[in-house]
């Protein structure tokens, strides 16, 4: 447990052992480390005990705050019509009060149910909307993100250059850019981007440098940085080793509740198990593949699974 959540929880502590129920609702809302660790269940768990202590002091931009957290938890662990229910009344209470910032941070992360449902103009309508409320609102965070999951949504459609060019600049603006998040994030977002579109040089010109270093990124930072290093030796025709890293991701995302990538990894696998003519394996791993992807109801991964 990090510091951070270990003074949090001696917040909570402290404020339910005083009945102070502001205070603790207060303590709640901060602990957004757990998600940031890969702490799905905890995350989740206090962040619903927090929407209820809101309803009951009747802090409405507490509230929405809270719901919109849970909208991320929600995605990332493939309860996607929970995360709508939570994005949907985020939304509706901060344009009732007139939050920008709220309506920012309750629709940034739902374009990826959008995306697994095969519903792309809604997706880029919600990311859209999303970052221009994030620029208007100043909300950094949500520049941040909405840009990378943006530039996720345009290379997995194949557009490589606009997804390159959307995560690439998020740089201009120079307050996102200084912080701590933005750097972690974006070297992996932007790892990705260059994988994708196949620029292995420039990808592992990236890894070499000293300010690429994924073991001091914070789980919900790093993902898109595994999912490069995923990609990266498939793409070189290292079949071997692309089995051995998605395999290991794999193990991690599933000790930490998030299914939103499991169909496209298990994919990934079986991809590499074919080219190595792995056929019984390869069959395994997509049966494997096809119940998750009716699970979440993913028709994003379904046409893939389907053609293999």
Known sequence: MSKAQVIGEKAITIARNLGLEEQLAYSLTDTHTYSMDGKAGRAREVSLE???????????????????????????????????????????????????WGQSYSRYA????????????????????????????????????????????????????????????????????????????????????????????????????????????????????????????????DYESAIKVTGDFLEQLKSSGVEYLTPELLLLIAKSQIARGYWDEAEKTLKIARSKVEKLGSRRSQWQVDYL
């Open 50 to 100: 927090a929407v209820e202590l809101w309803k009951k002091l009747n802090n409405q931009p507490m509230l929405a705050d809270s719901l919109g957290g849970l909208v991320a938890i929600h995605v990332f662990s493939g309860d996607f019509d929970a995360a709508y229910r939570f994005s949907d009344e985020a939304y509706e209470i901060s344009r009732r009060i007139e939050n920008i």
């Open 110 to 237: 739902i374009g990826f149910v959008d995306m697994e449902r095969g519903d792309i103009d809604l997706a880029v309508q919600h990311f859209s909307q999303s970052l221009a409320d994030a620029k208007q609102s100043n909300f950094f965070a949500g520049i941040i993100l909405t840009q990378t999951f943006l530039s996720f949504l345009y290379s997995d459609l194949g557009h490589y250059q606009l997804a390159i060019d959307v995560v690439d600049s998020v740089f201009d603006d120079q307050p996102a850019a200084d912080s701590a998040l933005a750097k972690s994030f974006f070297s992996g977002a932007k790892l990705l981007s260059r994988v994708r579109a196949g620029k292995l040089e420039e990808a592992e010109k990236m890894i070499s440098q000293e300010n690429f270093a994924i073991d001091q990124m914070n789980f919900f930072a790093k993902q898109y940085a595994q999912l490069a290093l995923c990609y990266l030796p498939f793409m070189k025709g």
